[in-house]
């Protein structure tokens, strides 16, 4: 079993930044996927940046550029470092974790991963 525990959420300005973290608890592989998703009100759930166990990352062309994911296995977080910030980028956003590899065609599914947070809100004011 693992758990996800979200932070660093709150309300900028446009063009401001953001930092969240998720704490990862519990149980978990030596081969993982991690992900940041984001849900506004009436929308579907997006991904918005991937990273493997390996370290690998990789974001849609929504995020790239602005927005940063990471982790410090040390602590069992991994963050998401959001720039430049848009009203667009508002929503509530979870991280999502499972074990084992995902192929690229499946990061951005929501249904692939095992475990989620219970989300952290974003919201950016034009």
């Known amino acids: 079993q693992v758990q996800l525990v979200e932070s660093g959420g709150g309300s900028v300005q446009a063009g401001g930044s953001l930092r969240l973290s998720c704490g990862v608890y519990g149980y978990t592989a030596s081969d993982y996927s991690m992900a940041w998703f984001r849900q506004a009100p009436g929308k579907e759930r997006e991904g918005v940046a991937h990273?493997?166990?390996?370290?690998?990352?990789t974001y849609p062309d929504s995020v790239k550029g602005r927005f940063t994911i990471s982790q410090d296995n040390a602590k069992n977080t991994v963050y998401l470092q959001m720039n430049s910030l848009k009203p667009e980028d508002t929503g509530m956003y979870y991280c999502?974790?499972?074990?084992?590899?995902?192929?690229?065609?499946?990061?951005?599914?929501?249904?692939?991963?095992?475990?989620w947070g219970q989300g952290t809100q974003v919201t950016v004011s034009p």
């Open positions: 990273i493997d166990s390996d370290g690998s990352a």
């Open positions: 999502a974790h499972v074990m084992g590899w995902i192929p690229a065609s499946d990061r951005y599914k929501a249904g692939k991963y095992a475990y």
